[in-house]
């Protein structure tokens, strides 16, 4: 898939002030920091598109951006930041699984994990929860620039040997870094594959 345009829509923390839901959409998540918005820049060849920082908890509500005219995709604020108040994380919690639950035109979500880490608990629960609630996932790993081939292939061993205490079938799963460019032609072609499957069913239904 060709990006042609990439715009912002609205931000808010209340699925009831999201868009109208009549296009498939497609949302990153993960702990704060992971690189979600630098991912959706790299993936939409807009630098300035998503906010970045070097800072933890930069992306607080939840953020619209219409791809082609065609689907959403959605930035969305980091589970598990350790310095914001408890009040502040349960507020986010709220909305963020408000979202995911009640979104009927969410395809998919990608759930980004730093490459460079061991399983963490907060992550393995999170997907868990995401099975519970039988929300359909990508796992995308990210930052593999600042890994050795070596290093991520130790890693993602043990992800996967991690995740198969729980789980039968290991997600799908993409390596990316915003940095080196690595990743958007694998991510951008599952979306591609699953719009016109959305549309179907959407026509079908309306
Ligand atoms: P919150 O909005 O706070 O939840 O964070 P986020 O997940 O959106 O992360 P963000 O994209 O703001 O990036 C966090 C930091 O990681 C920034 O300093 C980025 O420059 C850096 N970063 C993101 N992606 C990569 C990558 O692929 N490689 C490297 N080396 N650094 C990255
Ligand atoms: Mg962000």
Not at 129 to 145: A, M, R, S, Y
Not at 174 to 200: M, Q, R, V, Y
Request: hydrophobic share 35%.
């Amino acid at each position: 898939m060709q990006i042609k345009t990439a715009s912002f829509v609205i931000s808010n923390t209340d699925i009831k002030f999201c868009p109208e839901p009549d296009k498939p959409e497609y949302a990153f998540i993960g702990r704060s920091n992971v690189g979600k918005s630098s991912l959706i820049n790299m993936l939409t060849n807009h630098k300035g598109l998503a906010k970045v920082s070097g800072k933890p908890g930069k992306t607080q509500t939840i953020n619209h951006f219409i791809i082609n005219d065609e689907w959403f995709l959605v930035d969305l604020p980091g589970y598990g930041y350790a310095k914001a108040s408890k009040s502040k994380r349960n507020q986010f919690k709220g909305f963020i699984n408000q979202y995911i639950k009640k979104r009927e035109n969410l395809v998919s979500l990608f759930v980004l994990i730093d490459s460079r880490h061991t399983p963490q608990k907060i992550d393995l629960e999170f997907m868990e929860w995401l099975g519970e609630n039988q929300i359909p996932f990508t796992i995308v790993f990210t930052k593999i620039d600042k890994l050795s081939s070596s290093e991520l292939s130790k890693n993602m061993a043990n992800y996967k040997k991690q995740m198969l205490q729980s789980w039968e079938a290991i997600p799908p799963v993409i390596l990316t870094s915003a940095t080196a460019k690595k990743g958007a032609d694998e991510i951008l072609n599952f979306i591609d594959h699953n719009n016109p499957l959305w549309k179907a069913y959407y026509e079908q239904h309306h």
